[in-house]
């Protein structure tokens, strides 16, 4: 039987977490691209999880292009938030928000429909209405960072 190291067994005993990253994408008024996933109740941002030695930003940029086939480079973070294991999910839930820039009124979207049933621009508020309770806060913090400039984290 192979000898452990201490560095290995002291890596084996950090915590871990989940990682998501979505993108804030608005048009020339200002208003939100939200999706309507089929697996889940309420909208969200375009994004998903972040695979395993993938960084966050390159998710971000794949994550959009398959869900809404945009092509985008991931700005600055906007927000990040914590959420606590819960549920099913026996880990916590590390999410980005990374500000995806604004795109030119009629600019097409191509969803996938595997796992979106649709789409919508939507005003800022009424986005973040529109979500879940427990992320909701993930975009209204993005969309003060992006006002205010740099990054809140969310918890």
Avoid at 18 to 29: G, N, R, V
Avoid at 56 to 76: D, F, I, Q, W, Y
Avoid at 80 to 97: D, Y
Wanted: with cysteine; charged share 20%; aromatic share 8%.
């Amino acid at each position: 039987m192979a000898q452990i190291l201490p560095a290995e067994q002291w890596f084996a005993s950090l915590p871990t977490a989940y990682l998501a990253a979505s993108a804030l994408i608005t048009d020339e008024s200002g208003n939100v691209l939200l999706v309507d996933p089929n697996y889940r109740e309420h909208w969200t941002l375009p994004g998903g999880v972040v695979e395993n030695g993938e960084p966050p930003h390159l998710a971000c940029e794949r994550e959009v292009a398959e869900e809404v086939g945009l092509t985008v480079a991931a700005g600055p973070l906007l927000s990040c938030h914590w959420s606590a294991p819960r549920g099913v999910r026996p880990k916590p839930f590390m999410s980005f928000v990374f500000d995806c820039g604004t795109v030119a009124a009629g600019t097409p979207i191509v969803l996938q429909e595997e796992e979106l049933d649709g789409y919508a621009w939507t005003e800022p508020e009424r986005a973040v209405a529109m979500l879940h309770p427990a992320i909701a806060p993930r975009l209204s913090g993005a969309l003060r960072a992006r006002a205010e400039g740099g990054a809140v984290y969310v918890a």
